[in-house]
């Protein structure tokens, strides 16, 4: 019966090209590697090399049996790995939610570093709204939320701040409100205004309505692509509007009770009915980096 390390040595010849270059690489004799690619072609009763040349190369059937040996030698890393994680305690699966206009590069340039730190651990990603987010944390359908902070002190979840988004008032180049050098919120008032609201009538609190005429979307991209339209005047996140403001799709509107923008608190809340196992603290320490 073939063994693993047999498998492992016939994968390793396969790549470093011999016997010797194999040896040398796993610090072995050459003798050993030798003969234990033999026993392996006994156990098989296959030739997985063609020895009539200096070089050794897979036979056909050698070149038949190799994807299936990198295969198993996977799936008993896999299982090393699962077996480790399982000592540490790690979770097996943790599921994070995020404000959808923060569903952006940064993050999920950190959620790959998860997942190289973690790889045992199955992570499923939902983007809703700040308030979506909050409720399914709250009932403990997700694991670890990243929403826009109200100032509010959480007295059911877990929280910590992560950093800052800066909110920018902008409208399409074409909007009559682009001619106008200064704008107070009396003039804004006048224009219909784009907002974002969800489902169950909830509007985020530093971008509410204040305007006579206003049209909702439930996610800041909607509201990005009708302002574009010309539709009227919307508060976006500044890194969602930045493609946009580059194209002149949209330009942005100097409001005088705002001159630099409005920065928001990006907070991440961690749900008390779910245990905080090391993949989930290694989150938050990635996350906290992203920001």
């Avoid at 090399?49 to 996977?74: E, H, I, Q, W, Y």
């Avoid at 590069?105 to 190289?116: L, Q, T």
């Avoid at 074409?174 to 009538?201: C, F, K, M, W």
Wanted: without cysteine; hydrophobic residues 40%; negative net charge.
């Amino acid at each position: 019966m073939y063994s693993l390390e047999q498998l492992k040595i016939f994968v390793a010849v396969s790549e470093n090209g011999s016997f010797s270059a194999t040896a040398r690489k796993l610090k072995r004799a050459q003798s050993g590697i030798s003969q234990s690619i033999s026993n392996l072609e006994i156990s098989l009763d296959k030739q997985l090399f063609d020895r009539s040349s200096n070089t050794p190369s897979l036979s056909d059937d050698g070149k038949a049996l190799l994807p299936v040996a990198k295969s198993l030698l996977l799936q008993q890393r896999q299982f090393d790995q699962k077996v480790a994680a399982l000592s540490q305690q790690q979770e097996h699966e943790l599921i994070i939610g995020i404000e959808e206009s923060l569903s952006y590069g940064p993050i999920f340039s950190k959620i790959k570093k998860f997942a190289e730190q973690f790889p045992m651990t199955n992570l499923e990603v939902v983007t809703a709204s700040t308030y979506d987010i909050e409720e399914y944390v709250r009932n403990g359908d997700v694991h670890i939320g990243l929403i826009y902070s109200k100032g509010e002190i959480q007295n059911d979840v877990d929280f910590g701040t992560l950093g800052y988004n800066k909110f920018i008032t902008v409208a399409a180049a074409s909007h009559p409100l682009a001619d106008l050098q200064e704008i107070n919120d009396q003039v804004l008032r006048a224009y219909r205004q784009l907002v974002l609201r969800t489902y169950h009538g909830k509007e985020l609190w530093f971008s509410h309505a204040i305007s006579t005429q206003i049209w909702y979307a439930s996610n800041h991209h909607l509201l990005l692509e009708l302002a574009e339209q010309g539709i009227g005047w919307t508060m976006l996140p500044e890194d969602l509007a930045l493609d946009s403001l580059a194209q002149g799709k949209v330009i942005l509107l100097d409001v005088t009770y705002e001159p630099y923008g409005w920065m928001n608190t990006i907070d991440y809340i961690v749900s008390r009915r779910s245990q905080q196992g090391p993949a989930l603290q290694g989150l938050i320490k990635l996350l906290k980096q992203a920001f």
